[in-house]
């Protein structure tokens, strides 16, 4: 694991659990090894669901969040979704939104559209996770629609992390 993952992988523990109820059904899209459901299993949040692209011991559903429909995802049936890293490779907000519970949070980190380039740098120097697919959209957290932002940090200046809620009166 590059230095600047391992890093910032801590951190976003740290900084997005404190918001998320012990009780919370919650759906982590692109899980990839699993990193995040396993502390999540193993600090007593019991209701956490993990999707990637590929089948894999980390993934309890294989399929593209866009597809959710046809992957047996209930409209608004997580109180929780986490997508680190993931909004800036698929446009799924409306799909985010969609399975929210109103109230629901919405979890994300993603890089900073002004600072890809330096993301891009880091990785090639292999101090951060190499990227999986193209950045083709780049989302900047400040205007992001749908959602009502509780929080939102820019670690570094380089990545946005930001917690979202879907309103309960739209």
Wanted: net charge neutral; charged share 20%.
């Amino acid at each position: 694991m590059p230095l600047l993952s391992e890093l910032a992988r801590k951190r976003k523990l740290d900084y997005f659990s404190v918001h998320i109820p012990k009780s919370a059904r919650i759906l982590e899209i692109g899980c990839g090894d699993g990193w995040v459901g396993r502390w999540l299993k193993s600090n007593g949040y019991p209701n956490y669901v993990g999707m990637d692209l590929v089948a894999s011991e980390s993934a309890d559903i294989a399929g593209n969040i866009v597809d959710w429909r046809t992957l047996g995802i209930a409209p608004s049936s997580f109180d929780v979704i986490i997508a680190f890293e993931v909004i800036e490779h698929v446009a799924c907000l409306q799909d985010c939104y969609d399975i929210l519970r109103p109230g629901g949070l919405l979890m994300l980190t993603s890089p900073r559209p002004s600072m890809d380039w330096l993301c891009r740098i880091l990785e090639i120097l292999r101090l951060n996770q190499p990227r999986t697919s193209p950045h083709s959209n780049l989302t900047d957290f400040t205007t992001l629609p749908f959602f009502e932002r509780l929080a939102l940090t820019t670690p570094l200046h380089m990545v946005q992390w930001g917690i979202f809620r879907k309103p309960i009166n739209p």
